[in-house]
Structures are given as C-alpha cells and as structure tokens.
C-alpha cells in the first residue's frame, strides 16, 4: 500500500529578489511539512532576514511562488496568511502589559474576553511567566521580553512561524533555556517553523531539517548527516576546534595556548592575548 | 580646641552667610529678571492710567484696560476669540492630517527625499508667501475670509506638522507595526491599538506647536485677511501703531497666556522626551 | 506592512502631500515671476522691473541694499545668540545648581514676535523704560538725549529683540546636545588627559556642538531672513528687510512699484530654495556617511 503524501504546509518555489542591481535571493526553493522546523544556516548580510520577511508578506518578491497549505500567498496580506515573524528583537508593543501583548492576536481576532483571559493566563503558565503579566515590558529581563514575544506568536495558533535569530541579543544560559523552550512549545502546538541563525549549534539543536544560505542561495540538506559533512557547514572546523583543544594542542595552529595558561600559574579566567609578547612565543597565525 | 575651631566656622559662615548667599546668587537673580522683566513690563503698562515720560514709576494703578476688555468695550475680546478658532482649525487640520501623510512619506525607500518637500513652503517667510498668493486668493474669493486665512495658514503648518510627526515614525515603529500587522491586526487596528496610544502624546505635542506656530502669526493674516480676519495680532500692532502701550500691553498678554498655559501643561512631556534621550 | 497593501493606503496620502508642498509655493512663484518680467502697462520706453530693482542706488535701485542689510542683520544676530547660547548651555550642563533655572528658559518661547517686539519698543524706545531709568540716574536729560535704540540705523532693537527670543531656544537646544555626546564623560575623559576646564569648553564643547547644531544654525539663519514682524516695528524704513521691502512695495498707491515687490518675491524664493536644496543634500550625504 502506498504511503499517504501529507501536502507540505510550505512551499516555495525559485524566489528571486533584487535590491537594485544587487541579487539578494536567486531561485530560493524549498518545502516543509506540518509541525516540522526548518533551521537555516547563514553567516549576516546572505539574505536569510529578506527570506523571512518575503514569506511574512512584509517584504514583496520580485519572482516566484509561494504555497501556505496549498494556497498562493504572495497576494495575501500578512494578516491573511497566518505566518507570525519574530526578529532578534522582542518587539512588544510598549503601551501594553505582558498580558496584553499576549493577548493581543486574540483580542484583534475579537475572541470573547473569557477565553483571552484563559488562555493568556495557560500561556503565560506554559512560559514560566506566572504573575508577570501585569509587568510592562521596560520592567521584563531581556529573556522574558523574548518569551512574551514567543507567547504573543503562539498564542494565535500560526500557520508558519518565522523566527530571525530570535536569541541573539541574549545571554549564553537564557539562550539555552529559551531553545528549550522553544523546542518544547513548538512541539506541543504543533507548529512549522523556519528559523534562521548564523550559530552552529543552535541550528543543530533545534531544527528537524536543515539547510545553509549562501549569497542568496539556499542550500536544503536531505539529512542532519550530510548538512554536517557539508564543507561549508562549520561541523568539521568545529570537530576540529574540540579535538585540538582536546589533545592540547595550541587553541589556534602552531600555538599551545591553553598549556601556556596553566603552565604560567594564572587563572583560566585571564587568557592571555595571542600577541602578547613572551619569549618562546611565536605570533599565531590568525587563518584557522 | 577642635569645638573652638567648630563653633568659629559656624560664626564665620553666620556673618559672611548672607553676603556671600547674595553674591553666588546674583547671576541666577538676573538670568530670572532678564527672563521675567519683558513680562513684568507688559503687566505694569496694562495696570496704568497713563505712563508720562519721564516718571519711571507713575502710580496710577488701574483696572480699566482689563475692566473694559472683559465688557467688550474693545474688540480684544472677540479677536481672542477668533484667534483660537482660526489656530484652532488650522492645528487640528495640520497635526491630524501632517500625522497621516508622514507616516505615508516615512514608508517610501526615498523618505528623507520626499521630506525635503515639505521645507520650501514651511521656510519661505509665510508673509512672502502670502503676498505671492495674493492674486489667486483675491481670484477665489478668498480674501478677507476667515476660512481663506485657515487654509493659507493650513499651507504652511502643515508641512511643519509633517516634518515635526516624521520623527515619530522610526524604524522601530515600522517594526511594531509589521509585528501587528503579522498578529493578524488589520489597518483599522493598526491605527486603534499601537498607533493612537503610542502616537498620543506626540499628536498632542504637535497639535500644540501647530496651534502655535498659527497663533503667533501676523504678515500673512493681514496681507490675506485684508483688515476683515482682526486676530490677536493684528489688534496688537493696531495698538501700538496707534500708540496705545495700555490697550497694547493687555493684547499682548492675552497673547501670551494660552500659550503659556499651553506650555505649562506640556512642559511634562517635553521634559519626557529629553529624558528618554539621556 | 507588505509593500502592496502600503502602497494602496499611502498613494493619496503621497499625492495630497505633494499638492500642498509644490503646487501653492509654484503657482505663487510663477505669478510673481509673470509679474516681474510684464511690461508695464500703457508706459512705454520704461525700464524694466528687474532693471529698475538692480539699479544702482544712485538711481533708486534698492536691491543690493535690502539684499545685504537683511543679510548682515541675520548673521549678527545668530552670531550673538551663539555668543549668548553656547556658555549658557555649558553652565546647565555642567552645574546641576542651575537646574531650577532651566524652566525659565520657556518664558521667551511663549511670545509671539509682535509681542516681544511691543515689550522691547517699552523698554528701549526714547521715552521707554530704560530712558526714564537713565534720566532718573542723571545720565540722560530727556527723550532726545537718550541714544536711539529702536528704529536706528544699527538695528540695535531688532538684534536684541532677535536674540532674546532665539537664545533660550538655542541654549534648550545645545544642552540636548550635549547629553545626547554625554559631555561631562567627555569632559572627564579631557580632564585626565590634562586639560584645563577653559581647553576642553574651547577645543572640544563649542565646536563639537556647533558642528552638531550646523544644520539647524542654517535652517535658523534662513528662517531670520525671512523675518518680518520685529524689523517692521524696530526698524527704519530705510534699509528696510525683504520682507517688509516686498510688502511695501505691493501696497503702495504707485502700482508701477507692485512689480518690484514681485521681483524680490521671486528672488527671495529663489535664494532661499537654492540654500535649501544645498542644506538638504549635504545633509543627505552626511547620512550616507554615517
């Protein structure tokens, strides 16, 4: 018996977009099925941030296509097509408490108040924000500020959650609580993610599929194994960062560095630059 | 010995208190006089019954001015009123409608270009202005109406209005707009919900200045209201041309109040705003 | 917003926009340009208005004249109100004792030209405030003897009346200014480099702030060119301003002289319009810079 094809929630077909004579996405082209989370790749300035704002509706595209469930979206506007975007910065809305930017999707859909209060009140649960929802945003940390945002996206059910490096502006532990998080919300509510980030691991870490951008070239891997065998991914530079370091050779080629730490009797809080002046030290080379 | 010492600072400080009080204090004193005195001078010619040269100080206080402006024995009354319908109309007209087109200008890739627009009407001397416009206002029918000088004030307040309210359409504000707009929130609840709580305050801000700018002005109201639109400062200059300083003293503060009191009140937000600058 | 649906909301916003800005300034130009260039009827032989304007003065031509003087009473005054404004905004910012005195620095907003006009007229006019103040202390001994300082030739009452008005804002101005650069950081920072307080206020407070300020000192300089209300009633009528030179001349009972107000019309615009377009595109390229 064949299997049931379930119809990708997105499809994209070669978007082209152009900022004057300079080509920002050429023939970008993907898709991505219910629930799943596609995590893309891309050092800044490769066009992910046009990618993103292309599929929200805020950005239009020069050529291509676009399928939300099957449905051409480019005419759309971006309160039709049910796609939700978050950028690195929180963006809620400064006149309103975290209860009401929450609430805000629910409110404009003119949902009664009863069920608002409900289900802002379940979410602000699920966010680990119990009895910050009177707090105004000025008065949230950086990572609660975030949570509200994703609270705010997820609250409404979206059909396609786009998400622009959506911790980069946090600490390294709220960074890693957050892709908890994250992971663990979107899974509950079942919904498709694109994400872009320029980290690594965070890539790894929270897509189910996952793809590079490159000069507005998107490259999807068919698995998590190639995308890491991949010479542009950074999986081998990283590998061989961790096995160097590992061996104690030098932290950069041709240098011990980290002996050189311990060996000097100093805390491993007071790395000592690469070009300090030492005897035995050579100047590193700086092409890793 | 130390108590001595202590208790001979204190007499020091005690006798040379009060001297030097007034000496550290004295540059203050007269940045207030400097400020003040215009004002106090204006509010001591309304209070006279004649200031003949070379008295300095008459002594004949009255309320007659005051008295006979209030009756309406005089045409101020009814010129204030008419000052604030006319500013009134053109602030509102300008701010609501400068808000709207600044935020359509602010949304164009080339906005700054398009802002440039709007410094040729506003910078040209409005009296200028008027004395070039002339020919067409007479040709409509214009002149010498009250809804002529509305709108030929409206020409110039407005692109003030579009330019003050360009400020407030920042990158950010386009992102919270964007970010609403993806939550599902149509136009409509744009502008309900993020656009007029947060534009408030600097709507009211507008309004003020534009309420002003139209409040202050003189050449192009009297080239274009041609005598028949009497505003508060065109009774004012009657005045003093006439050499009255009394009846002139009391236009002029009459002039000053609304916007002072207008000033007071937005004093707040002014201080609001260079504080978030900090 | 996506593109498509801003533009559909922004076009008639855009083209009312353009309508008030452009339309009204050009139509009015180009009939007062109409006027300056129409010869005059039924006089034939007659020299032209521009010729007329540009004559020398010898022979009635008063161009030049009211060009430079409205000119020279401009640059002084925004001279002195940098002379006034730049120290005392020093003084808010660095003392915080002067604080409470900030909020005076409001009064002179709330006044109207006319008025501030009026008031400075009490006060400096032969038999004003300050006559009377030198003839009680003996300096003076009586109207005639008081120096002139209202309608003279060195428009000492315009300039004052100018520069009270203009250096409170300018002063509100500066001390914006200076917090946004944080200027005690800066001052402590040239403290410690060995600066004296009279080094750091010469070499880096005035000219860093009045670089900042430079496209506003322009737009102000533009704006007093333009000015009309205090020179109509502290000036003489000869030289007058452009302005008060174009509103004369349109409402004499000669109306051979209308179409010399025309002309100046028509050339104020246009030096107006040609400093604006150079303020507006230097400034364009310094966001490029930046």
Redesign the interface.
């Known amino acids: 018996m064949p299997a049931i094809r379930v119809l990708p929630v997105i499809q994209a077909h070669n978007i082209h977009k152009q900022y004057g004579t300079l080509s920002v996405l050429s023939g970008v082209q993907f898709q991505l099925e219910s629930g799943r989370s596609l995590g893309i790749l891309g050092s800044s300035g490769c066009g992910k941030t046009t990618l993103l704002q292309i599929m929200?509706?805020?950005?239009?595209a020069d050529q291509g296509e676009l399928l939300l469930d099957g449905q051409a979206a480019f005419d759309l506007?971006?309160?039709e097509?049910g796609?939700?975007?978050l950028?690195q910065?929180p963006?809620l809305?400064?006149?309103l408490t975290a209860f009401e930017n929450i609430a805000?999707?629910l409110?404009?859909?003119k949902q009664p108040s009863a069920d608002v209060r409900a289900q802002v009140q379940d979410m602000l649960g699920q966010l680990g924000l119990e009895g910050l929802g009177d707090r105004m945003p000025t008065a949230l940390s950086g990572g609660q500020r975030q949570r509200v945002a994703f609270g705010?996206?997820i609250i409404?059910r979206p059909r396609v959650l786009l998400l622009d490096e959506p911790f980069g502006s946090l600490d390294a532990p709220t960074r890693a609580d957050m892709q908890q998080l994250y992971r663990r919300l979107c899974a509950a509510h079942r919904i498709t993610t694109v994400f872009v980030t320029h980290d690594l691991r965070e890539a790894l870490v929270m897509g189910d599929e996952l793809a590079r951008m490159e000069a507005g070239r998107l490259t999807v891997y068919p698995s998590r194994r190639a995308f890491m065998e991949a010479p542009g991914s950074g999986v081998r530079e990283e590998w061989a960062f961790w096995q160097r370091t590992l061996s104690g050779e030098g932290l950069l080629p041709g240098t011990t560095a980290a002996g050189d730490v311990f060996a000097a009797g100093r805390s491993t809080d007071l790395p000592i630059p690469p070009h300090s002046p030492g005897p035995e030290k050579k100047v590193p080379d700086t092409d890793a | 010995m130390r108590k001595d010492m202590a208790s001979s600072a204190v007499l020091n400080a005690r006798v040379r208190g009060p001297l030097r009080l007034l000496l550290g204090q004295l540059p203050r004193l007269l940045f207030r006089l400097l400020f003040v005195f215009p004002l106090l001078l204006l509010a001591y010619l309304s209070l006279q019954q004649a200031w003949r040269f070379p008295r300095l100080v008459s002594g004949e206080w009255t309320l007659q001015h005051w008295a006979a402006t209030l009756q309406g024995h005089n045409s101020l009354l009814s010129s204030m009123g008419l000052s604030l319908l006319l500013s009134g109309s053109v602030a509102l007209l300008a701010a609501t409608s400068g808000f709207a087109v600044s935020g359509a200008v602010m949304q164009q890739k080339r906005a700054r270009r398009w802002l440039s627009l709007a410094y040729f009407p506003y910078l040209i001397a409005p009296v200028v202005f008027a004395a070039m416009l002339q020919f067409y206002f007479v040709r409509m029918g214009w002149s010498g109406t009250l809804g002529g000088v509305v709108l030929a004030q409206y020409l110039f307040v407005f692109p003030y209005a579009v330019l003050f309210f360009s400020g407030f359409w920042t990158d950010r504000m386009r992102n919270l707009i964007a970010q609403a707009r993806t939550l599902g929130a149509s136009s409509r609840e744009v502008w309900l919900r993020i656009l007029w709580p947060l534009g408030r305050p600097v709507l009211a801000m507008g309004l003020f200045q534009c309420f002003l700018l139209s409040w202050f002005e003189y050449g192009l109201t009297r080239l274009l209201g041609v005598g028949k639109v009497q505003t508060l400062t065109i009774q004012t200059v009657l005045y003093v041309q006439e050499a009255n300083p009394h009846l002139a003293a009391v236009a002029s503060l009459l002039m000053i109040v609304p916007a002072m009191l207008l000033l007071l009140i937005n004093r707040q937000l002014l201080l609001r705003k260079t504080s978030g600058l900090q | 917003m996506s593109l498509t649906s801003s533009k559909r909301f922004s076009a008639p916003f855009l083209w009312v926009y353009a309508l008030l800005t452009v339309v009204p300034l050009l139509a009015g130009w180009g009939y007062s340009l109409h006027c300056s260039l129409r010869p005059l009827q039924g006089i034939s032989g007659q020299p032209g208005t521009w010729q007329r304007l540009f004559a020398p003065p010898s022979e009635g031509g008063e161009a030049w004249q009211t060009l430079s003087y409205t000119f020279g009473l401009s640059a002084i005054s925004i001279g002195m109100i940098l002379l006034f404004a730049l120290p005392l905004s020093y003084a808010f910012v660095f003392n915080q004792r002067n604080k409470g005195l900030q909020g005076w620095l409001f009064l002179p907003l709330t006044m109207p030209p006319v008025v501030a006009a009026f008031a400075f007229l009490a006060l400096l006019s032969p038999s004003g405030f300050l006559s009377r103040v030198a003839y009680a202390l003996g300096l003076s001994a009586g109207i005639d003897q008081f120096p002139r300082l209202v309608n003279d030739a060195l428009s000492t009452g315009i300039i004052l009346t100018q520069v009270f008005l203009l250096t409170p804002f300018f002063t509100l101005a500066f001390i914006n200014q200076a917090q946004q650069e944080n200027m005690p950081a800066l001052r402590r920072a040239a403290d410690a480099l060995g600066s004296r307080r009279a080094q750091f206020a010469r070499r880096i407070y005035a000219p860093l702030l009045l670089r900042r300020s430079l496209p506003l000192l322009l737009l102000y300089a533009v704006y007093l060119f333009g000015t009309y209300e205090i020179p109509l009633l502290l000036g003489r009528s000869s030289p007058r301003v452009v302005t008060v030179y174009i509103t004369e001349q349109m409402q004499r009972f000669d109306l051979s002289n209308i179409p010399l107000g025309h002309a100046m019309a028509v050339l104020y615009t246009a030096l107006v319009a040609v400093l604006l377009v150079f303020l507006l595109s230097r400034r364009a390229g310094q966001i490029r810079e930046t």
């Open positions: 929200a509706g805020l950005l239009p506007t971006p309160a097509r796609t939700v975007y950028s910065e963006l809305f400064p006149h805000f999707g409110r404009v859909r705010r996206a409404i």
